[in-house]
């Protein structure tokens, strides 16, 4: 069992920095692939980042490559989701999701899901 708790969203100009975090309960964080996701108003949830459980392999969506990036530090059971050169298109509210593999977060198929967080980019 993986509880998510994410944290540091908020309100941000076009063009600035967040950092998003995303806590895991558990002491077996070290085994999931990690993974965020975002749903805007009226929009259906969509990929933005995975990460290995190790923290060798990162994919990303078409959208966000070369914006944000997604780090791990698995002596705090954290996933980070570093966000740079914000859009208002990049407003959302932010999900982490865990799973043993990263096809199955890439997928939405993650079984463990955080509460999100909101982001929101004024333009």
């Known amino acids: 069992q993986v509880q998510l708790v994410e944290s540091g969203g908020g309100l941000v100009q076009a063009g600035g920095s967040l950092r998003l975090s995303c806590a895991a309960s558990?002491?077996?964080?070290?085994?999931?692939?990690m993974g965020w996701f975002r749903q805007a108003p009226g929009k259906e949830r969509e990929f933005v980042a995975v990460?290995?459980?190790?923290?060798?392999?990162?994919d990303y969506a078409d959208s966000v490559k070369g914006r944000l990036t997604i780090s791990r530090d698995n002596a705090k059971n954290t996933v980070y989701l570093q966000m740079n050169s914000l859009k208002a298109e990049d407003t959302a509210v932010y999900y982490c999701a865990a799973a043993l593999d990263t096809r199955t977060i890439v997928a939405g198929r993650s079984a463990y899901w955080g509460q999100g967080t909101q982001v929101t980019v004024s333009s």
């Open positions: 558990g002491r077996t964080f070290s085994r999931y692939a």
């Open positions: 990460i290995s459980w190790g923290g060798g392999s990162t």
